[in-house]
């Protein structure tokens, strides 16, 4: 079944450790990207891809790095955790935001 | 600047009645607009849309009216069940852009 995953579901992490969000599709959607949200808040889009080796930042600022390897996998690293960092992470997919965007389950992390 | 507003951040209404959920937008090249449905510790999903040449789009037991002048959309659920309780964001995407705009999400508690 077509799908996009995020793993892991939920994170609990030290501050100044190096993490890593994972995010795969099988739809072979060549658009993919990584917003941020805190509760209450907007979704706010902090990387996104159009394509293999291609990668932009978005409209927040963030310390997160994203890397575009294959066409359906999209990770994103952070260096260096921070407090500041604890936010929930949904990464998503589309062909053509006209149908949507896909949406993985996002990961909740909390930087103690 | 929020360019994508919700102002109510929930709302409650009985079982069988008609839900409307409200978005104001201030971006004038916003060319399509989409709401997304989130469930606690899940990511959002798509739901329906409506191009801004379009004043009407009807899908089931929900319609999204467009108000272009007022820039202003809704979304209405007829009748309103249990398990529509969730956030619902509204979303609108930038003429020539693949990426979305999203609000800060109103909830919806239906009540049986």
């Known amino acids: 079944e077509a799908d996009i995953y995020q793993t892991p579901r939920y994170l609990v992490i030290g501050t100044g450790k190096k993490i890593t969000l994972e995010c795969s599709q099988t739809?072979?959607?060549?658009?993919m990207y990584w917003y941020q949200q805190d509760p209450g808040m907007e979704l706010h889009l902090i990387h996104y891809?159009?394509?293999?080796?291609?990668?932009e930042k978005g409209d927040l600022s963030s310390e997160s790095t994203v890397s575009r390897i294959r066409t359906e996998h999209f990770p994103l690293t952070l260096e260096s955790a921070r407090p500041s960092h604890t936010s929930q992470y949904l990464c998503a997919s589309s062909d053509s935001p006209l149908y949507g965007y896909t949406f993985g389950s996002g990961t909740r992390l909390t930087v103690v | 600047d929020q360019q994508v507003k919700q102002n109510s951040p929930s709302l409650s209404v009985q079982e069988g009645r008609i839900s409307i959920l409200n978005c104001d937008y201030t971006n004038s090249m916003f060319d399509y607009f989409l709401w997304y449905k989130k469930y606690p510790a899940e990511g959002p999903t798509f739901l329906i849309s409506i191009s801004s040449i379009k004043d009407k789009n009807e899908d089931g037991r929900f319609t999204v009216f467009l108000n272009k002048s007022a820039k202003h959309l809704s979304l209405h659920i007829v009748p309103s069940q249990p398990g529509d309780s969730a956030v619902y964001f509204c979303a609108a995407k930038g003429a020539g852009s693949y990426q979305l705009t999203f609000g800060k999400g109103t909830k919806l508690s239906v009540i049986p």
């Open positions: 739809m072979g959607h060549d658009k």
């Open positions: 891809s159009y394509g293999v080796n291609s990668t």
